[in-house]
């Protein structure tokens, strides 16, 4: 990280243009995929999500189930491929953990006092760590929300370094809550931060929160990670959340990603949706294209 | 990493490349041959002679073209002068807007084939031709038959009169949209038309007069005179014209007000453009760029108001070069029809021509050239969207219109020289200005000499605004309520 060492100051982070920024999001849904690249869309997408259940009620048997369906999407559907990730609480890791064995999937889970982000630093850490113990590949942390509102983006800064020393070697995915943020230029200004300070991954939504992730919203944090790149030559990842539940939706994400960072991104390391009911009409739509016609949703699982 | 600095480029790989997705062309009806719209009929020309219009995606031919010559264009300003005299002048304002009402509509319900049409006639996309040509076209129609009984309102204490019969000469590069300016205020305000599209793009026009037949507007209000530069000449020539409106080069333009002068005819010409599009160092810079896309490449750069120059502030210049070529290489060129094509074909044969000259042009003067490395298609005319960077302002690359998907890129230091820049050119029709700073917008605006000046945006278009240029990019302002005093005695 030597090429980091001149942390530039967040204030006099790059401005977005409202008008701008939203009138490009819509131009990449204009673009038509049909045929072989819808297929390939749609298989990619899959294999991009983070399956998640993020619920007080989540029970052992809930996240067993979860698992299972990761492992096995459609078995109707030969030669499809998993989805990235499982997305737990750090009390469910050990249980995803175990139920998805060798399969490859990762657990990815949340921490830092999920979703508010509300705690001390120790308590944090604690979660972060406890999380990293019972075996989770990779950390979805908030960031103090507040604070950052506060104009105390050392603070937040510092939180996200820290939080980073303790995940060791799984990856940091550093949760921004863009629906809290208010404006695109604080969501530009909050990626800066994120990424300066360490994280893998910069993510848009708890999914608590309304809104989560949007097309502008995220369209600002990847021309945030291609300025990172052009500066420093590292790739950070990126993860909508929240809010995506349509494979055409999904399509025009992976459009605007192809578009603005370029094939390099387009794989499940460097980019993921959060997301529990898109992996269905995903596949309902690749049904649709082998068989030519639509199957109601009870022909697909749920889990 | 830090060696790597200067290298790093994003990759946009082919292999992603998207299947086809074409706009079906069966929705568009286009008969073998087109005769002349004279008096609410389609007449045989004079001349029993006829030109081809093809399709510049694939050089087939699309249709015959009726060549008018002037005892054609007689007979259609005859008919118009009766029209006048007989039915229009006469027609209530309310009636009038009526009529106008329909024909919009009548474009709205049209619209997809209109815009297949465009698109096979003159190589834009058809995500241009159906996204902002077609309905852009219908709200001028929509926006003026609104005027048509508040002309008083809107030149209030004076008696606004309409001027009789006007002779209309657009374009090729919006075809139906340009008819559309000219044809919608003129009928607002109470005047007859005689228009004549240009010689590569007819059909649309054709297609619209179809469309006014259909709406039943009386006969000879709108005549349509297809041909070349000969019969425009005609029609400029024709003493019972009371008004000139022109789109065009400025070099056809100086002709027709030279044809003009001395003779009673009123003029409003919209001519050429060498825009500079300026961004400073504290602009959004993404959006910046993406403006600058647009800028340029929309439409294949054959835009009057295009930005076709951009000065860069020099403290981001490097970054925004980077940001622009990386941009450019996700533009998609190619088959026009197809849904997710960015850059169409370039219109005609002669103007890629023009376009391939000042290639040459530009490289000889020492300025370096960057294109985009995508595939073009083998047969049709098109062009690789492309920027010269190492510019000055004497370059003829700088200072000629190009018309085509052609960006000079120079930079500057200071508020004032930039100003200096801008202005420092014989045309003035369009300037774009990127910069987040609201007094610096109005400081900018404010002392740039042209028609429209665009901020934190480029190629922005509605019925409501005023268009038009200074100098050499021409007279009068098209588009808004000034769009009507060019047609009215105030």
């Known amino acids: 990280m030597t090429e980091l060492k001149t942390i530039p100051d967040f204030s006099l982070t790059p401005r977005i243009d409202q008008v701008g920024i939203e009138e ?35 029970t052992d048997g809930k996240v067993q189930q979860l698992c299972y369906k990761a ?9 499809l491929p998993t989805v990235a990730a499982v997305c737990v609480y750090p009390s469910m890791v050990g249980i995803a953990k175990k139920a998805l064995g060798n399969s490859g999937i990762k657990v990815a889970s949340v921490a830092t006092a999920f979703p508010s982000g509300q705690s001390s630093r120790d308590v944090k850490l604690r979660d972060t760590k406890f999380a990293i113990n019972q075996g989770a590949d990779e950390i979805d942390m908030v960031i103090s929300r507040g604070k950052f509102h506060q104009g105390e983006y050392n603070f937040v800064f510092d ?36 990424m300066y300070a360490g994280a893998d991954f910069i993510k848009t939504s708890t999914g608590k929160i309304s809104p989560a992730a949007t097309m502008p919203v995220t369209l600002v944090m990847l021309e945030a990670i291609r300025d990172f790149y052009y500066k420093t030559g590292k790739m950070i990842a990126m993860k909508p959340a929240g809010g995506i539940s349509k494979s055409k939706l999904a399509l025009h994400y992976l459009v605007m990603l192809n578009e603005v960072l370029g094939e390099e991104w387009m794989n499940n390391e460097w980019f993921r949706f959060g997301a529990s009911s898109l ?15 639509y199957q109601s949703a009870d022909y697909f699982a749920l889990d | 990493m830090a060696s790597k600095k200067n290298t790093i480029k994003l990759q946009f790989n082919s292999s992603r490349n998207l299947a086809p997705a074409p706009e079906s062309k069966s929705v568009a009806k286009i008969a073998d041959k087109y005769d002349l719209f004279i008096n609410g009929k389609f007449e045989k020309p004079s001349s029993k002679k006829y030109f081809n219009t093809i399709n510049p995606a694939n050089e087939e031919k699309l249709s015959s073209i009726a060549e008018g010559n002037g005892a054609d264009v007689n007979k259609a300003v005859v008919a118009a002068r009766n029209a006048y005299e007989k039915i229009w002048k006469k027609t209530s304002a309310k009636e009038r807007s009526k009529y106008i009402y329909r024909i919009a509509r009548m474009i709205q319900e049209r619209a997809r084939e209109l815009a297949v049409i465009e698109t096979l006639d003159g190589g834009k996309s058809i995500r241009e031709s159906r996204d902002f040509d077609v309905p852009t076209a219908a709200n001028h129609f929509f926006y003026y038959a609104g005027w048509a009984d508040k002309l008083e309102y809107a030149f209030p204490n004076r008696k606004p009169q309409s001027l009789g019969v006007a002779g209309q000469i657009i374009p090729w590069n919006f075809p139906l949209l340009m008819a559309a300016w000219k044809i919608a205020p003129a009928l607002a305000t109470g005047n007859t038309v005689v228009l004549k599209p240009a010689e590569t793009t007819p059909l649309t026009a054709l297609k619209l007069a179809e469309i006014i037949q259909e709406a039943d507007l009386p006969p000879g209000v709108v005549n349509i005179i297809t041909g070349a530069g000969a019969t425009g000449a005609a029609l400029v020539n024709h003493p019972d014209i009371n008004k000139i409106a022109f789109t065009g080069s400025t070099d056809v333009g100086k002709i027709i007000q030279k044809a003009i002068a001395g003779t009673n005819k009123k003029a409003t010409l919209e001519l050429g453009g060498k825009a500079a599009n300026i961004i400073f160092d504290d602009a959004p810079l993404d959006q910046a760029v993406e403006g600058v896309i647009n800028g340029i490449f929309f439409n294949q750069g054959h835009v009057c108001c295009a930005g076709s120059r951009l000065f860069v502030q020099e403290s981001v210049y490097k970054i925004v070069l980077q940001k622009l070529k990386d941009r450019m290489e996700s533009l998609i060129v190619g088959d026009p029809l197809d849904k997710n094509t960015d850059i169409g074909a370039i219109n005609s044969k002669q103007q890629l021509d023009v376009i391939q000259k000042y290639l040459k042009i530009g490289q000889q003067e020492g300025a370096d050239m960057f294109q985009s490395s995508c595939n073009i298609p083998k047969k049709g005319f098109y062009c690789r969207p492309t920027i010269f960077t190492n510019v000055a302002q004497s370059n003829r690359i700088a200072q000629e219109e ?9 930079t500057f230091r200071t508020e004032d020289e930039a100003i200096e820049k801008a202005n420092n050119t014989p045309f003035g029709l369009s300037a774009g200005v990127w910069t987040d700073k609201g007094s610096k917008i109005f400081n900018m605006t404010s002392k740039l000499r042209a028609g429209v000046i665009w901020a934190n945006t480029y190629n922005k278009f509605d019925p409501t605004s005023p268009f038009g240029g200074y100098k050499e990019s021409g007279f009068g302002r098209e588009g808004g309520l000034h769009g009507l005093e060019g047609y009215l005695k105030v």
């Open chain 1, 24 to 58: 490009r999001a819509s131009r990449f849904t204009k673009r038509s995929i049909k045929n072989e690249t819808k297929i390939n869309g749609l298989k990619l997408a899959l294999n991009m999500i983070d399956l998640t259940t993020l619920e007080g009620k989540d």
């Open chain 1, 71 to 79: 492992r096995h999407l459609h078995d109707a559907y030969p030669g």
């Open chain 1, 159 to 194: 939180e996200i370094a820290a939080i980073k020393e303790a995940c060791g070697k799984a990856r940091l995915k550093v949760i921004l809550e863009t629906g809290e943020l208010g404006s695109y230029d604080k969501v530009r200004r909050a990626s800066d931060i994120a």
């Open chain 1, 279 to 293: 992996a269905n009409d995903i596949l309902m739509q690749l049904m649709k294209q082998k068989t030519g016609v």
């Open chain 2, 402 to 410: 190009i018309f085509g998907p052609v960006l000079a890129i120079q």
